[in-house]
């Protein structure tokens, strides 16, 4: 199993329940020092069978663990 399927995995009980455990495992083990597919992870995350409320929360909180911006595009400039 990849680490982007364990990570999904683990996201299971979140989609369906809002465990927030389940969650914050996934949020671990994706930030736990391992080499990971970013991308593949968060289209599988915005992509998965899920509210869509459920998705976004969970797609911000793996971006926020992994020291990604937490909204997804171009930073924004700041002053000339």
Do not use: N
């Not at 990570?7 to 949020?27: G, I, N, S, T, Y």
Request: overall charge negative.
């Amino acid at each position: 199993m990849s680490r982007v399927e364990a990570v999904l995995e683990q996201l299971e009980p979140w989609f369906d329940e809002r465990e927030r455990a389940a969650l914050e495992a996934a949020c671990a083990l994706a930030a736990d020092g391992g080499a990971i597919d970013l991308p593949a992870l968060l289209h599988a995350v915005e992509t998965a069978r899920a509210p869509a409320e459920a998705r976004r929360i969970a797609a911000s909180a793996l971006r926020y663990r992994l020291g990604l911006p937490v909204v997804p595009g171009a930073p924004c400039r700041k002053g000339p």
